[in-house]
Nanobody, 127 residues
């Protein structure tokens, strides 16, 4: 089993920055790809970014590409999402997700790729 705990959310002015952290615990969490999703009020959960198990490959949704950067530090069992140039449309609950031994989907931007989810951290961007 993998347990994920997000932190770092909060209230920030448009144009500002935040860094989210996701601490993973479990026997093999560092063996899995990790992703970030977000869900705005009244909207479906959407893919934000993902990073491969060794941090060598990253993927970012078009809506955040160039502004957000995903990374991981396996020594600390932590995945990060650095968010710059935040916009009000980035307001959402951000969820950390971990892959597992079985995937329901093959693409890292699909929720079915991931087996474990954190409880989320709120990010609010004011205009």
């Amino acid at each position: 089993q993998v347990q994920l705990v997000e932190s770092g959310g909060g209230l920030v002015q448009a144009g500002g920055s935040l860094r989210l952290s996701c601490v993973a615990s479990g026997r093999t969490s560092s063996d899995y790809g990790m992703g970030w999703f977000r869900q705005a009020r009244g909207r479906e959960r959407e893919f934000v970014a993902a990073v491969s198990w060794n941090g060598g490959s990253t993927y970012h949704a078009g809506s955040v590409k160039g502004r957000f950067t995903v990374s991981r530090d396996n020594a600390k069992s932590t995945v990060y999402l650095q968010m710059n140039s935040l916009d009000t449309e980035d307001t959402a609950v951000y969820y950390c997700a971990s892959g597992g031994t079985v995937h329901q989907a093959n693409e890292v931007n699909a929720a079915g790729f991931y087996a474990y989810w954190g409880q989320g951290t709120q990010v609010t961007v004011s205009s």
